[in-house]
């Protein structure tokens, strides 16, 4: 592994500096960029019910701006990667995000609205979010597509499967997945440069599919777009070391280690402060070679 070869801003190939922002000036820092996720649901499987309070919500973001996350995610629909998610109408996913969003934008580091449909993404980017993060990577609401072209704004393009199938390669599968992703988003007009892509670890895959995807991420480097990696607090731990996931702040920060030596240009997490310090000794380290 060699964490200098592949990190950010990548020397050839990858669209980086053509970026819309906020992406571009995320990607200009030369590091790798630490998304922290605010949940307002009542379900999430680590912090549901949490920061359904939107006064707790809003002060667990600024908690995270002040630990050095470059984005907040904000989330108002469990996109739980197991069974027993109960899917929220527009409408619901609106209440959640009213009293909190447009506070959280006003922290100052860009906001992304992680959701699945395009009312909500276009409701999120009108109150200054200025990041689409699409869990369905453009394949679900047809009109995410258009919307994300019409806003300009950069989107996060992860995979997804309905079904978990052990016995394909998780890797050949997201690459067609990626490959339909960017024909869809080409149709609609979305810049190449506004996308992010996202190998969704725990989404419709074994837990060895969720570390292949890590280990192999290498393979994701052909499509010459920035990479993002939320492995936070996720079930493929427990079969590693059987955890709870609030216990599972040690082996996330392995997994986003290992992520951005394979070329990670961010990661999505919960544990803000622990990641931050994390990437900056293993940077400092880095840097002594
Ligand atoms: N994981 C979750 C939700 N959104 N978005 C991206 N781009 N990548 C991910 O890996 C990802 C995501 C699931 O984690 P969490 O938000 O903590 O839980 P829940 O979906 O149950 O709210």
């Known amino acids: 592994m ?20 906020p992406l ?23 912090d549901g019910g949490r920061f359904q309070d939107p006064a707790r919500a809003i002060a667990q ?25 109960t899917p929220v109408s527009a409408d619901e996913e609106l209440a959640r995000l009213k009293p909190v969003l447009p506070q959280v934008v006003k922290l100052g580091v860009p906001v992304s609205i992680d959701t699945i449909k395009a009312a909500v993404a276009a409701w999120a980017l009108g109150q200054g979010a200025a990041m689409l ?27 997804n499967r ?15 997945f990626f490959a ?20 969704g670890i725990g989404f419709g895959k074994t837990p060895e599919q969720s570390m292949q995807s890590i280990a192999r991420l290498d393979a994701l480097h052909d499509f010459g777009l920035p990479i993002l990696v939320g ?19 040690p082996g996330s920060i392995a997994a986003h280690l290992l992520a951005v030596e394979n070329g990670a240009a961010m990661v999505r997490v919960h544990d803000v402060a622990e990641t931050v310090q994390a990437l900056r000794v293993a940077a400092a380290i880095r840097g002594m070679q």
């Open 2 to 21: 060699n964490v200098a070869r592949r990190s950010f801003p990548a020397p050839d190939g990858v669209a980086g500096s053509a970026a819309p922002e």
């Open 133 to 159: 993060n699409d869990v369905w990577g453009l394949q679900r609401d047809p009109d995410m597509a258009k919307f994300a072209a019409a806003s300009g704004a950069p989107i996060v393009v992860m995979h």
């Open 231 to 249: 492995a936070s607090r996720k079930r493929f731990i427990n079969t590693v070391v059987a955890t709870e996931p609030a216990q599972r702040m």
């Open 61 to 85: 973001a600024q908690r995270m701006v002040e630990e050095g996350a470059d984005i907040i995610d904000i989330g108002a629909e469990s996109t739980r990667p197991y069974p027993g998610m």
């Open 180 to 199: 339909r992703s960017l024909e869809l988003a080409a149709g609609a007009g979305v810049a190449r440069e506004a996308i992010v892509l996202d190998p």
């Open 24 to 46: 571009r000036r995320l990607l200009a820092a030369g590091r790798p960029i630490v998304m922290g996720i605010l949940n307002v649901t009542p379900d999430s499987f680590s």
């Open 162 to 176: 309905d079904e978990v199938d052990p016995s394909i390669d998780i890797v050949a599968d997201m690459k067609s």
